[in-house]
DNA sequence: CACTGTGGCCGTGGCC
DNA sequence: GGCCACGGCCAC
């Protein structure tokens, strides 16, 4: 057989007994080539392992390697391993030690040499982004009792989008739509889709993976029908978290499982993780949306069944969209932490910064730590560590703020200090000048592989954002948002009890380090005539007084002078006001994570407030917005007061969406120690048949009947009346009475002064 | 197999 | 009525 060359991009890579299986995507299509390659291990080169190895054989024995000053032989992993070793390198996934080796990536275009279907060559020839056949899909069941019953409600829609705009709803009942395409029932709706979803090489769901395919899955086995994707048997692995569906031959994708790594990472930020939300918070546009109490409704007219078509068809187009706008993204995560998309699926942040350090490892020859025993888990998670400091600050209203912060704060303090497992407590005497408030010192003469990794990270995310503000290309917009999740979590691996890199000493220099830096800008600041009036972490707000901008400029120009070269104070931005408002317990301090800032533009800054939290009604969280909102804006108190007055008029006479009083909390366990209102009413719904997961996010709403909240607490979709007297008390009012209180009205003035006045209403009725 | 960390606010129920 | 544990969600 003759020789060739292949150039394609790598969308999927595999391991088999000795065997690595490429998947190329080109021109003409999708192929696989393999290459011979056996998973190894590292042991230790010793007087007692080469005992071992001298009687097991030395066939076994690949290569030797040097790693930190140490010899270790590579060992072919067979079957029988020898469990008297210690092993390293042992559980690290086989494709990802051959994309290291071999300096290939993900998403990358390759060009191989191959012979038949056997790779002679690979090389990566740089960065691409892939055109992948891809296409979304969505069901519907037919759910009387909202939460589907695999057993009894059957899939009465399935739809599907791509971007070539094919896009269609299967459907065994009349729609009269022209995207629907009809069958003559449930069992062969299920078939026509997995044919359609079989001519693409990807295929996007949403929460897929827990809902659909399983569910798919069930009915079709229940139906005597088939259902399938790519060309092996689909594997679904049960987690805590979720489900994870691995197909072989085509991939599958859910967007969920990207969605809660951004809302983890912050760079997302919505109440609920539900399509509609998710599609407005990403695309920027309301979704379609149809009440659940009326879908079932809705399928059996015949006149309204075509709205429903249409509903179905939305969620494939809305998880299409999303899942293109979200693409380069998605690249970007796979190439900078060399991960194939498939693997995408139930990704962490742990697992990115985990997949870097391996090839960061691997190149400046750093032996990769193990896992942690059973044994040292639990030491771990025995031990603790103090974290950042947060000031307290004093309620009021403040003109004239500056907001400084620390540039990626944790991160800088690794490089500037080299903080690194292998480079604490060196023994260097001339290192333990470098030596953190806690009292660990770190070497100053030997770079750890953390901190080469977080310098490195560091230094390229700084070149894209000056790139960024030359070009705003999307792409690097993507890769500095890549850049931005995987630096964040590097902290957290020195304190993750799982972690290989686990350091107490680590974690607690860098926060002790942390705080003595943003307590020294506090210190300077005050030196300098500004005043403080809170900080958190890495961020710093001053008050300017007759200060100007160029004095706040200055003086964050002089404290970069002393701090060290991978430090940077930065200014956030300038706000010419902002409220801070007392704890809402008995003593009469300033509370902390609670602030509301306007800036010179008239773009407001909420953090902390009520209206930020999904578990405090919409109705109370738009009271609670306009009352800041004209304090911000224009700092009138009798406005304020207005609006709250106003509201509660609103519920009064009734003039409120249903939905606006709706509750939303996370049902996280299946067993409490105390009663709770979500709790109780997810155990009336369960009494009337309704099984909701245990990790759902409850919708509740409070009712008229019972006495205490929890007693009338109820699942939104089956409550008829609402007790309007809590959501005055108890909603309403709790969310803007500390906020009329920075205005130096005390809560009895508010509560209890002035019958006579507006305000006296709220008493009376 | 999966859960990066700590600091902090606050409603609710249940105890006294 | 005061106090505290529980548990959820948010800031960073």
């Not at 494939?316 to 932490?337: D, G, H, R, W």
């Not at 962490?348 to 044994?375: A, G, H, W």
């Not at 209203?397 to 303090?413: C, G, Q, T, W």
């Not at 470098?434 to 490195?456: A, D, H, L, M, Q």
Request: glycine content about 6%.
């Amino acid at each position: 057989m003759k020789k060739m060359k292949v150039r394609g991009i790598l969308i999927d890579i595999n391991y088999k007994e000795g065997k690595i299986f490429l998947t190329i995507k080109n021109e003409s299509g999708i192929s696989t080539f393999y290459d011979d390659y056996y998973d190894y291990f590292y042991v230790e080169k010793n007087d007692e392992n080469n005992a071992i190895i001298n009687k097991l054989g030395m066939e076994n024995v690949l290569d030797e390697v040097e790693l930190e000053g140490k010899t270790f032989y590579k060992i072919k992993k067979v079957n029988e391993e020898n469990e008297f070793y210690i092993k390293y390198a042992h559980n690290i996934p086989a494709w990802k030690k051959y994309l290291i080796e071999n300096e290939i990536t993900p998403m990358n275009l390759l060009e191989l040499e191959v012979e038949n279907d056997k790779i002679l060559e690979v090389k990566d020839v740089g960065s691409y982004i892939p055109k992948l056949k891809v296409i979304s899909f969505d069901i519907e069941t037919y759910a009387p009792f909202i939460i589907p019953r695999v057993n009894k409600d059957p899939i009465i829609f399935a739809s599907y989008a791509s971007r070539d705009g094919e896009k269609g709803v299967i459907t065994f009942k009349r729609g009269n739509r022209d995207f629907e395409l009809l069958v003559k029932d449930e069992k062969e709706l299920i078939e026509k889709l997995c044919e359609k979803l079989n001519e693409y090489e990807v295929i996007v769901g949403y929460n897929s993976s827990s809902f659909d395919i399983p569910y798919l899955m069930k009915r079709a086995e229940k139906l005597n029908g088939k259902f399938w994707l790519g060309n092996e048997e689909i594997e679904i692995k049960k987690l805590t978290t979720g489900k994870i569906v691995r197909t072989s031959g085509i991939i599958h994708f859910d967007l969920f499982y990207l969605i809660r790594l951004l809302a983890n990472a912050q760079a997302i930020k919505t109440q609920r993780y539900s399509l509609e939300e998710i599609y407005e918070e990403i695309i920027g546009e309301k979704k379609m949306d149809l009440e659940e109490e009326k879908m079932c409704e809705i399928y059996d007219s015949d006149e309204k069944r075509g709205i429903y078509l249409d509903y179905s068809l939305s969620d494939a187009i809305a998880t299409y969209k999303i899942f293109e706008k979200l693409y380069p993204l998605i690249v970007e995560i796979c190439k900078i932490s060399k991960i194939p998309l498939k693997e995408l699926n139930n990704i962490t942040s742990s697992q990115l910064v985990e997949s870097l350090l391996f090839e960061y490892s691997y190149k400046y020859k750093f032996l990769i730590p193990n896992r942690p025993s059973e044994e040292e888990l639990l030491e771990r998670s025995e031990e603790k560590v103090i974290g950042a400091y947060v000031k307290i600050p004093e309620p009021g209203i403040y003109e004239k703020i500056a907001v400084l912060d620390f540039r990626s704060l944790y991160p800088s303090i690794i490089v500037a200090h080299n903080i690194d497992p292998k480079t604490l407590n060196c023994g260097h005497k001339e290192c333990m000048k470098n030596v953190s408030p806690s009292g660990s010192y770190f070497c100053i003469k030997n770079r750890g592989i953390i901190p080469i990794t977080v310098e490195n990270l560091l230094s390229l995310r700084k070149k894209l954002k000056e790139e960024l503000k030359k070009n705003d290309d999307p792409l690097i917009r993507a890769r500095v948002a890549a850049l931005k999740i995987i630096l964040n979590s590097f902290y957290g691996m020195f304190r993750y009890v799982r972690s290989r890199w686990y350091s107490k000493e680590c974690a607690e220099s860098i926060t002790t380090w942390g705080r003595k830096y943003i307590l020294d800008i506090a210190k300077k600041a005050e030196e300098k005539g500004f005043k403080v009036i809170y900080m958190d972490t890495d961020s710093t707000f001053l008050t300017m007084g007759n200060k100007s901008k160029e004095d706040v400029i200055k003086f964050v120009e002089e404290v970069n002078k002393e701090i060290p070269e991978a430090m940077e104070l930065e200014i956030e931005n300038f706000y010419k006001r902002g409220v801070f408002v007392e704890k809402k317990t008995k003593e009469e301090i300033g509370a902390r994570k609670k602030y509301a800032l306007i800036d010179e533009n008239g773009k407001i800054k909420i953090r902390g407030f009520e209206l930020v939290r999904r578990d405090w009604c919409k109705f109370a969280r738009d009271t609670q917005l306009e009352v800041l909102e004209s304090i911000l804006k224009e700092g009138s108190k009798e406005k304020a007061v207005e609006i709250v007055r106003n509201k509660i008029k609103q519920l009064r006479e009734g003039k409120f969406k249903k939905e606006d009083l709706v509750i939303y909390t996370q049902l996280r366990k299946g067993k409490y120690k105390v009663t709770s209102p979500e709790f109780s009413a997810y155990e009336k719904a369960r009494k009337r048949g309704i099984k909701i997961p245990i990790g759902s996010i409850i919708g509740y709403v409070i009712t008229k009947n019972g006495k205490s909240i929890s007693e009338k607490a109820e699942i939104a979709q089956f409550a008829n009346d609402f007790d309007i007297e809590y959501y005055i008390n108890n909603q309403v009012l709790p969310a803007v009475l500390k906020i009329l209180g920075a205005f130096g009205y005390s809560e009895e003035d508010i509560k209890y002064y002035g019958k006579q006045t507006s305000l006296g209403e709220w008493e009376n009725g």
